[in-house]
């Protein structure tokens, strides 16, 4: 039963990607040309609660529901990691004007091309983990 | 209630996707959605090629339910919440689209790239094949995609995810300028 918390927090979420239209391919577009503050407040305004969420959260040393400890996992350090890995990242967002939540979601709107998107980057994501050890981290 | 057939500001969507953090933190999980990908590479065996993929996927399976949940919350929305998927961007946009050929009231998305049968055109493969790549391939190299890096890496003020969003736009930027007039021009 404890599993269906996540089945409704992920129907929550999409249907806030798809309310936001932060699933549109038009929407990526907007926001990669600067014509837009749409998903630039939606990110920003996410980002500034989320901040006071986390400081939150450190400051009253909070617990999770089952009182364990917040998982914050500190990222590893690292430049050339993120910023290669990033701009790949980016490179794939503008072209399916898709990250990975809004992929599930446009799925589910009936977008049945973005199955082939996700097969897609399954593969890259098992590209990836076969040359990891080859790769700058 | 009108207004929930209507488009939500981002003044409302911005705080309900800090809202889906803070309740997958205080669940004890956290708010990054492309570890999914992963875990279905794991499923489905990749751990024979690579031990990266060798993690006991019972512990992360609850980021499928979240994409599961996602992909319904997408149905719920297109079915019962939506008068119109026709997305009113800025005039700018629209005629910047054009020039690339693209008309921008397709609904969400230009299904007249975004299309099984465009999987055989050119720019179709690039855009769909290729795209879907390198956002598995990107996010999993970075650690992360928006949600781990934009929203919950920032919010914990975190360096290395300042440096992820710099190159998601070094990425997002060279793709939307230079790519797609060649692919599309």
Known sequence: MRKLIYILLGIFFGIVMSKSEAISWYRIQEMFRFQSFHMYGIIGSALVLGIVLIQAIKYFNLKSFQGSDIQLNPKSPSIARYLIGGTCFGLGWALTGACPGPIFVLIGQGYLAFIVVLLSAVLGTFTYGLLRDKLPH | ?185
Request: proline content about 3%; aromatic content about 16%; hydrophobic content about 45%.
């Open chain 2, 1 to 185: 209630m009108e207004w929930i057939y209507q488009p939500w500001p981002w003044y409302v969507s911005g705080p309900l996707i800090t809202l889906t953090m803070a309740a997958l933190l205080f669940a004890g999980k956290t708010f990054g959605v492309s570890s999914n990908l992963r875990t279905m590479c794991s499923i489905a065996g990749a751990g024979k090629y690579s031990d990266f993929f060798k993690l006991d996927w019972k512990n992360d399976s609850w980021n499928l339910l979240f994409v599961i949940g996602a992909l319904l919350g997408g149905f719920i929305a297109q079915q019962y919440l939506t008068e119109s998927n026709i997305v009113l961007i800025s005039a700018t946009t629209q005629s910047d689209l054009q020039h690339l050929g693209i008309d921008s009231k397709e609904g969400y998305v230009p299904t007249s790239i975004f299309s099984i049968e465009q999987l055989f055109s050119f720019s179709g493969f690039v855009m769909m094949v290729l795209g879907g790549f390198l956002i598995g391939f990107g996010t999993r190299y970075a650690g992360g995609c928006t949600s781990g890096h934009a929203i919950t890496g920032l919010s914990n003020l975190q360096f290395p995810s300042l440096i992820a969003v710099i190159g998601f736009f070094i990425g997002g930027l060279v793709s939307t300028h230079f790519l797609l007039p060649l692919f599309l021009g």
